[in-house]
């Protein structure tokens, strides 16, 4: 069973029925991570955003999915951070060379490996991915699109950089006869517009619309690839917008179905993105529907290191949070409202979270099978609720409040419900964990003893099955003192952990 997904697009600043251009197949990209440190919680709020989306697409939508997410390994972040002498260096990487290319794929292969384990952590596949691209490998592609660019009398040389003029884009008539807009993915006032003058920045402010660059030519000893315009070399590197449009098309062809990202991405990467694609390849659009994530807050502030509230996985694990508590807590709020991070709020959902968890164990043990033959209990609301609230705009927080209606019911008849009835509830949890993506449909795990633990119950046992009361108590509260509890039955006895 599928359903149609509705999507809000960015574009037409409304929800949409999505439907890809070619049928079956949704072609989607994502703005990926600038590899020059760890990512954060809300950069991966963007990520989990993205997945959601596109396992969605794949659950419920039926679609093969091709989904792009590009690794940025070279902008002002990076080599500022890989190069020689750089406080950002880290013993773990290995030494630096001095050669600016080798230390700078050493640098960023280093965060590139840390992001991937993070990714991993929250519940996003590698295996979901069509490509995850460098940007350093699609430099001759880049080159290709601004040389399209230039020739198209919307890039200039100056300075040893290349440019991308606003002016002339906002004259340019593509061959299908339509005018090129800039602003149509984040509206901007004809005041903000500043013809003529030049931005190097990879990110720049957000109040107006200059020249931006295409080229970067080469400063001090930054690593740089040679590059003849116009009939004069000009070396340097790419600027960070060209990556996104050069590789979105040579790996999806445009125009694709679907452009992700946070909403900070809209302007000016975005419509820079969307504005070379048109000026170079005479695409009207880089992609049918764009995604946009709001951001995250951390106990109702924006994060940031001069308040203390700046979060990377790891410092939540540290804190014992585990990272798919973290991705199901994202899912209480619908991906355009502000997600508000709170500790409280991991702790309330990772509850919900567990109690799902144990009706799927509780399946498991009364031999439920997903593959088995299925019947529809009377009293279990059909599972399409939940469906539904994903495929309305990824509705995410009413799809948990139908999903736990489910699970209550599905708890309620639990012990009278058939065998077929059992391997159905167990087969839509599993279809609703094909999108959700937090839970295990293992048997229960059987928990890891220590030796010694293992020892002093072995030892209690023994005194309770001698009938020595005391020492049997005396080595219960051991084992509870070392955060063990052991239930007693009739053919031996079971340790767990205290929750
Ligand atoms: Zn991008």
Request: charged share 25%.
């Given at each position: 069973m599928t359903l149609p997904i509705r999507l809000y697009n960015s574009l037409t600043k409304s929800v949409e029925t999505f439907s890809p251009v070619h049928d079956g197949i949704v072609r989607m990209y994502s703005c990926g991570p600038t590899v020059y440190d760890t990512a954060h919680i809300g950069n991966l709020r963007a990520f989990i955003a993205a997945d959601t989306l596109q396992r969605t697409l794949r659950t419920i939508g039926g679609y093969d999915v091709r989904w792009v997410m590009n690794v940025t390994d070279i902008d002002d972040k990076t080599i500022d951070g890989s190069a020689r002498g750089s406080v950002r260096w880290k013993e773990d990487m290995g030494p630096q060379t001095g050669d600016a290319l080798v230390d700078l794929r050493t640098f960023t292969m280093y965060f590139e490996r840390l992001f991937k384990a993070d990714i991993q952590a929250v519940g996003i596949r590698q295996d979901h991915f069509f490509a995850m691209p460098r940007a350093t490998d699609y430099i001759k592609d880049m080159q290709e699109l601004i040389l399209d660019i230039v020739r198209h009398g919307v890039g200039y040389v100056s300075d040893g950089s290349v440019y991308f003029s606003t002016s002339a884009y906002r004259n340019l008539e593509l061959p299908d006869g339509r005018r090129a807009t800039y602003g149509r993915i984040f509206q901007i006032d004809e005041e903000h517009f500043r013809e003529g003058v030049r931005i190097d920045a990879d990110e720049y402010d957000r109040e107006s619309v200059s020249d931006f660059v295409l080229w970067k030519g080469r400063k001090g000893q930054e690593p740089y690839w040679d590059f003849e315009v116009d009939g004069q070399n000009v070396p340097g590197r790419p600027g960070w917008h060209i990556e996104c449009s050069a590789m979105s098309k040579v790996l999806l062809g445009l125009p694709f179905d679907i452009h992700t990202g946070g909403v900070d991405l809209r302007f000016p990467h975005h419509e820079d993105e969307l504005a070379q694609c048109t000026a170079g390849y005479h695409s009207h659009d880089q992609a049918m529907f764009w995604f946009?994530?709001?951001?995250?807050?951390?106990?109702?502030?924006?994060?940031?290191?001069?308040?203390?509230?700046?979060?990377?996985?790891?410092?939540?694990?540290?804190?014992?949070?585990?990272?798919?508590?973290?991705?199901?807590?994202?899912?209480?709020?619908?991906?355009?409202?502000?997600?508000?991070?709170?500790?409280?709020?991991?702790?309330?959902?990772?509850?919900?979270?567990?109690?799902?968890?144990?009706?799927?164990?509780?399946?498991?043990?009364?031999?439920?099978?997903?593959?088995?033959?299925?019947?529809?209990?009377?009293?279990?609301?059909?599972?399409?609720?939940?469906?539904?609230?994903?495929?309305?705009?990824?509705?995410?927080?009413?799809?948990?409040?139908?999903?736990?209606?489910?699970?209550?019911?599905?708890?309620?008849?639990?012990?009278?419900?058939?065998?077929?009835?059992?391997?159905?509830?167990?087969?839509?949890?599993?279809?609703?964990?094909?999108?959700?993506?937090?839970?295990?449909?293992?048997?229960?795990?059987?928990?890891?003893?220590?030796?010694?633990?293992?020892?002093?119950?072995?030892?209690?046992?023994?005194?309770?099955?001698?009938?020595?009361?005391?020492?049997?108590?005396?080595?219960?509260?051991?084992?509870?003192?070392?955060?063990?509890?052991?239930?007693?039955?009739?053919?031996?006895?079971?340790?767990?952990?205290?929750?």
């Amino acid at each position: 069973m599928t359903l149609p997904i509705r999507l809000y697009n960015s574009l037409t600043k409304s929800v949409e029925t999505f439907s890809p251009v070619h049928d079956g197949i949704v072609r989607m990209y994502s703005c990926g991570p600038t590899v020059y440190d760890t990512a954060h919680i809300g950069n991966l709020r963007a990520f989990i955003a993205a997945d959601t989306l596109q396992r969605t697409l794949r659950t419920i939508g039926g679609y093969d999915v091709r989904w792009v997410m590009n690794v940025t390994d070279i902008d002002d972040k990076t080599i500022d951070g890989s190069a020689r002498g750089s406080v950002r260096w880290k013993e773990d990487m290995g030494p630096q060379t001095g050669d600016a290319l080798v230390d700078l794929r050493t640098f960023t292969m280093y965060f590139e490996r840390l992001f991937k384990a993070d990714i991993q952590a929250v519940g996003i596949r590698q295996d979901h991915f069509f490509a995850m691209p460098r940007a350093t490998d699609y430099i001759k592609d880049m080159q290709e699109l601004i040389l399209d660019i230039v020739r198209h009398g919307v890039g200039y040389v100056s300075d040893g950089s290349v440019y991308f003029s606003t002016s002339a884009y906002r004259n340019l008539e593509l061959p299908d006869g339509r005018r090129a807009t800039y602003g149509r993915i984040f509206q901007i006032d004809e005041e903000h517009f500043r013809e003529g003058v030049r931005i190097d920045a990879d990110e720049y402010d957000r109040e107006s619309v200059s020249d931006f660059v295409l080229w970067k030519g080469r400063k001090g000893q930054e690593p740089y690839w040679d590059f003849e315009v116009d009939g004069q070399n000009v070396p340097g590197r790419p600027g960070w917008h060209i990556e996104c449009s050069a590789m979105s098309k040579v790996l999806l062809g445009l125009p694709f179905d679907i452009h992700t990202g946070g909403v900070d991405l809209r302007f000016p990467h975005h419509e820079d993105e969307l504005a070379q694609c048109t000026a170079g390849y005479h695409s009207h659009d880089q992609a049918m529907f764009w995604f946009h994530n709001e951001f995250l807050e951390v106990e109702g502030r924006k994060m940031s290191k001069s308040l203390g509230n700046f979060f990377v996985l790891s410092d939540l694990v540290q804190r014992g949070l585990d990272p798919l508590d973290i991705r199901y807590a994202m899912m209480s709020a619908h991906y355009r409202s502000v997600y508000n991070f709170t500790f409280e709020n991991v702790s309330a959902m990772a509850k919900g979270r567990r109690r799902i968890q144990e009706t799927i164990w509780k399946l498991i043990e009364h031999g439920a099978s997903r593959d088995g033959e299925k019947q529809y209990h009377s009293d279990v609301p059909s599972i399409a609720s939940v469906f539904e609230r994903f495929a309305d705009d990824l509705h995410t927080p009413t799809a948990m409040s139908e999903l736990y209606g489910y699970v209550s019911s599905v708890d309620v008849v639990m012990n009278t419900m058939s065998d077929s009835e059992r391997n159905a509830a167990l087969a839509d949890l599993s279809r609703v964990n094909d999108v959700v993506a937090v839970w295990s449909f293992d048997a229960r795990p059987t928990h890891s003893i220590p030796a010694r633990i293992q020892q002093l119950a072995d030892e209690r046992w023994a005194a309770r099955s001698a009938k020595n009361w005391a020492e049997s108590d005396r080595l219960r509260d051991v084992l509870a003192a070392e955060g063990w509890s052991v239930k007693d039955g009739a053919a031996g006895y079971v340790l767990e952990p205290r929750s």
